[in-house]
């Protein structure tokens, strides 16, 4: 989760008075922080990950699962270094807890940072995840189990907690989410006090219900209530026919995620590993999807990222350019006087607006807050893909980036591009991508923080940094203290965002690690990826679909275009790893072994294969054919195999042409060759994503009604299932395990289960 300070943490009404007090002076943090960092160089490659739980509360003998919120004090103790007994457990297995928007959430990730140039800890990485779950599950009664579920199938469903509680609480006056399930920092229902309080109105998420034989096509959950102003809200336009309404942050930040940051060497390499990645997000969302159901209904999509796109939408109606409700306000929160609201209404109110800038003045300026800050039509909430690439000059001589790339209103925060500009530490693309993250208001001020020490603290910088919640994120330094061994500090870094948690820690290894050396080969091989923005967001529509890994495809630059030579990557399939392991009739007289030319070829693919030939910048490509590639180019999994031949393996190893010999080392490869095989299975449909598995496991129930809906005992199993799932349950889930991993993957963790070997 993002900054947690300590405090008494202001209202919207008070915190707006220092909005502009808080830009300025993380601007002035941020000049500091690249004053002390931009000319670092050769950081080591570090990376980690982010894995968070939910604690679910399975009573057997009534067959009901509940979210339990009353069990995360185990966070305290497990971070108490006043009980040793308890949080010496999280530091001696290299685990460190951290604390989530839910109650019922616990986020884990390693306590030391991953060495990305050891292949060692790249096979370490499931070790230590199983061990997160070890540790919680240790100071949490047996009932209660943390499960990675990207989302609660009945979140905001009846009695869907333990214990249970009632949707009236005033932080997020929901209809259906009470706020006993947010975490009890108050910066979380402070946060979720004041989005709504910006916005004017509660957020209203709606996703369009999964067609069935007996489904209504109506939310007929949402209940008649009077408690609130807000309670009116859905029957005057916040609800929409057809789809599930959702009024509640908790919707959103209550889900789970798998997150990856990795450090390159210094700024230039992080700005070109951000845009390389890029394009790749939408399609790894759709690749890891898991979030078929949402509020006991089963919807028409697969994944959460839209979710909690409008979960934290704090955009007022004039910012996103809409009609309000009857009797709203376009202005929402936002502290303007009656005069510009007159004004506004006698222009003709409503919505409208001429290329970048709302049309309707105030006189000559456009109409601005008290605080002098520009009212604009913003097109995307503060949870969304990324709006600009930050260029990669400085790292390529001959850099790949075009403007043209950058082809949406991207609207910035004109006063703080040119204070940026001004100092000369930030080109133009630099400047506007933070001055775009500064176009939005913090949204939680603790008091006793409003005034800080600019050349020691970055808070103020990272209360808009980590509310701008994007599919990647570039993220600065701290400051230091003059004298302090920067080398040894985090350094210029890149979070992967996108992917949906899985359910065992094998898969959520395997994506960590599989993002982890796509980085890392990204950097080595150095593709151009570029592609223009509105086609990634165009395919972040895409990857939303039911089944969109394997029956979609998305917008990616031309293949050919890749400055990659194809003859590089032949033979470093996933073929390689047999053909290095062990014995066969690819021996030379001289006992070399051929590592090259074994190309695995998937015929079907390649016959009905995307046309790759140089005659246009971006084609469409599938998720299959962009990461196990087609025969004239590589994929990314090639990539990544040759990067694990080439630099990864042990020094003895590289470079010889005898087979390993290394019966531990051999473990180690197959363990890295199952990992992309699970990446490669979900994209070609040899194995289904968990959304789709989920999908079927409700449409197959026996007590399923073909109308769309996941009841209480539905739920129960499905828990149950996941659990069994979660815990690699050969012995008495065996069948339930080969549907789910397929066969081959599903021998490999059962025989790997038999010799105990983790």
């Known amino acids: ?53 939910m604690l ?44 989530e928007y839910g109650r019922y959430m616990i986020e884990a990730t390693p306590l030391r940072p991953y060495d990305g140039n050891s292949l060692e800890d790249y096979v370490y990485v499931e070790e230590n995840m199983i061990k997160r779950r070890e540790v919680s599950q240790s100071e949490l009664p047996t009932n209660i189990v943390p499960l990675t579920l990207t989302t609660y199938p009945r979140m905001g469903c009846g009695d869907f907690t333990s214990p ?32 709504r309080k910006r916005r004017g109105h509660k957020v209203a998420i709606n996703l369009p219900i999964y067609p069935d034989t007996n489904t209504k096509l109506i939310d007929d959950s949402i209940p008649k209530r009077d408690l609130f102003p807000s309670d009116e809200e859905p029957f005057i336009g916040a609800s929409q026919p057809g789809h599930v309404y959702m009024d509640s942050m908790g919707f959103g930040m209550g889900s789970s995620c798998l997150q990856i940051t990795v450090q390159p060497s210094d700024i230039h390499q992080a700005r070109y590993l951000y845009d390389t990645l890029a394009p790749l997000t939408p399609i790894l969302m759709a690749v ?67 290329g970048d800038r709302i049309i309707n003045e105030y006189g000559d300026t456009t109409i601005k807050t008290l605080d002098g800050k520009p009212v604009q039509k913003v097109p995307k909430s503060r949870y969304e893909s990324i709006d ?48 775009h993250l500064f176009i939005r208001d ?12 600019n050349t020691l603290e970055n808070d103020h910088f990272e209360n808009l940094q980590s509310t701008n919640w994007q599919t990647l994120r570039f993220k600065p330094p701290a400051l230091y203290p003059e004298g302090e061994q920067l080398s040894e500090k985090p350094g210029w870094r890149v979070e992967f965002r996108p992917l949906e948690i899985q359910l065992t820690d094998f898969e959520n290894a395997a994506y960590s690690v599989f993002i982890t050396l796509v980085s890392k080969a990204i950097l080595k091989f150095n593709p151009d990826f570029y592609t223009p923005i509105s086609k990634v967001d165009k395919n972040m529509k895409t990857a939303h679909g039911v089944d ?18 194809n003859e590089d990557f032949k033979g470093y399939d996933l073929t390689w790893f047999d053909r290095f392991v062990n014995d066969g009739n690819d021996l030379f007289d001289d006992n070399g072994v051929y590592l090259n030319g074994y190309v695995e070829v998937n015929n079907d693919v390649v016959e009905n294969g995307t046309d790759v030939s140089d005659a246009c910048n971006d084609v469409k490509l599938s998720a299959l054919e962009l990461i196990d590639g087609l025969d004239s180019f590589p994929g990314l999994i090639k990539l990544v195999v040759k990067l694990i031949a080439t630099e990864l393996i042990p020094s003895n190893w590289q470079n010889k042409s005898h087979h390993c010999k290394s019966r531990q080392f051999a473990r180690e490869l197959e363990l890295l060759r199952n990992y992309l095989k699970l990446i490669s299975f979900r994209a070609s449909g040899k194995i289904p994503t968990i959304a789709r598995f989920l999908r079927d496991f409700v449409l197959r129930h026996p007590d399923y009604k073909q109308d769309s809906k996941v009841s ?15 815990n690699l349950d050969f012995k008495h889930h065996n069948d339930l395990l080969e549907e789910y991993f397929g066969e081959e993957i599903a021998g490999f963790l059962s025989a790997r289960s038999a010799a105990g070997i983790a």
């Open 288 to 354: 890891s999807a898991a979030a078929p159901i949402f509020k006991g209904f089963l919807v028409n999509q697969d994944v959460r990222w839209n979710v909690i796109s409008g979960a934290v939408d704090d955009r007022t109606f004039l910012e996103r350019d809409i009609k309000p409700y009857k009797g709203a306000d376009f202005f929402g929160g936002l502290d303007v006087t009656h005069e510009v609201k007159d004004h506004f209404e006698l222009l003709g109110g409503g919505p409208g607006v001429n």
């Open 164 to 195: 249970k509680a009632k949707p009236i609480g005033p932080a997020s006056q929901s209809l259906f989410l009470p706020d006993e399930i947010i975490n009890r920092h108050v910066r979380f229902p402070t946060l979720t006090a004041n989005i």
């Open 388 to 435: 600009t690439y930050l260029g990669d000059q400085g790292y390529h001589d001959e850099p790949y980036f075009d403007k043209s790339y950058n082809d949406i209103y991207s609207p910035i925060n004109k006063k703080v591009y040119d204070k940026l500009t001004s100092t000369k530490l930030f080109d133009p693309l630099l400047a506007h991508h933070f001055a």
């Open 712 to 726: 209480d005992r539905i739920n129960y199993d499905l828990v149950q299932a996941s659990v069994a799932i979660t």
């Open 442 to 453: 913090p949204l939680v001020i603790f008091s006793e923080r409003v005034n800080q020490d």
């Open 56 to 99: 679910v509360d399975i009573d057997s003998s009534r067959k009901t699962a509940r979210l339990a919120i009353d069990k995360d004090l185990i966070l305290d103790d497990l971070n108490d270094p006043a009980k040793p007994e308890i949080s010496g457990k999280a530091i001696s297995n290299n685990v460190s807890f951290h604390p």
């Open 548 to 565: 969109a890994s394997t029956d979609s495809k998305f917008w990616f630059r031309n293949p050919a275009r890749w400055r990659l030579n």
């Open 1 to 53: 989760m993002g900054l947690l300070s300590l405090g008494t943490p202001l209202d919207w009404h008070e915190l707006k008075k220092h909005n502009e007090h808080v830009r300025d002076n993380g601007i002035e943090q941020l000049i500091n922080i690249f004053r002390q960092h931009s000319a670092r160089l050769k950081d080591h490659f570090y990376w980690g990950d982010e894995v968070e739980y």
